[in-house]
């Protein structure tokens, strides 16, 4: 069991570099201009700035908001390195390790999925506020997997154990999601379209 979640956790730190890897090369090749450096500079600077303050609040994560926001606005790909870079940024005040990664890949994918079904997510106000509510579930699943490696012995019990504890903590995380994506879509939605039509337009 010990051999096999060390095989997994491994792949996941492989499939989350190569992802993150590919998604910058791909941003690399496109040549974007300085218009654009700043926009991401500011969505991150915004989505860390959502962080912070409610860092010492377990499960509310202010920046999953700002962060899906910025996939249904901009695109997955924004949306996708403004998660990446969001744990980067916020590591560096709060502290950096190997978890950075699979915050990375969860913040990552959350801006990516976003992007993907922005225009569903833009027209129903519920299924937006499920989506948020889901992430909540998905980031922390995402980012347990880094709680593996304070196991002494890691069996199906302990990773279950894992998974039960962060509940309330993803369940608090999902509700603020929802909340947030219900009262402050329409006056960030405003705002980051009057961005976007500064800097991409």
């Given at each position: 069991m010990e051999y096999l979640i060390f095989i997994c956790f491994s792949i996941a730190l492989l499939i989350i570099i190569g992802i993150t890897v590919l998604v910058f090369r791909v941003f690399e090749k496109s040549?974007?201009?300085?218009?654009?450096?700043?926009?991401?500079a500011l969505l991150v600077a915004i989505s860390v700035m959502g962080t912070l303050p409610t860092a010492a609040i377990p499960g509310v994560q202010a920046a999953s908001f700002i962060i899906i926001m910025t996939g249904i606005v901009f695109g997955k790909k924004i949306g996708y390195i403004t998660g990446t870079l969001t744990a980067i940024v916020t590591g560096l005040f709060i502290g950096l390790g190997y978890w950075t990664l699979f915050q990375m890949l969860g913040w990552g994918l959350m801006g990516l999925s976003s992007g993907i079904f922005s225009c569903?997510?833009?027209k129903n106000r519920y299924l937006r506020a499920g989506f948020g509510f889901s992430?909540?579930?998905?980031?922390?699943?995402?980012?347990n997997i880094a709680m593996l490696t304070f196991i002494n012995n890691i069996n199906l019990t302990a990773v279950l154990s894992i998974y039960?504890?962060?509940?309330?903590?993803?369940l608090v995380h999902g509700i603020t999601n929802a909340i947030l994506l219900t009262l402050f879509y329409g006056l960030f939605l405003r705002?980051?379209?009057?961005?976007?039509?500064?800097?991409?337009?």
């Open positions: 040549e974007p201009n300085v218009e654009y450096l700043v926009l991401i569903k997510l833009e992430w909540g579930f998905f980031y922390g699943w995402i980012t039960f504890i962060s509940f309330p903590f993803d705002i980051f379209m009057r961005i976007k039509k500064k800097h991409i337009i």
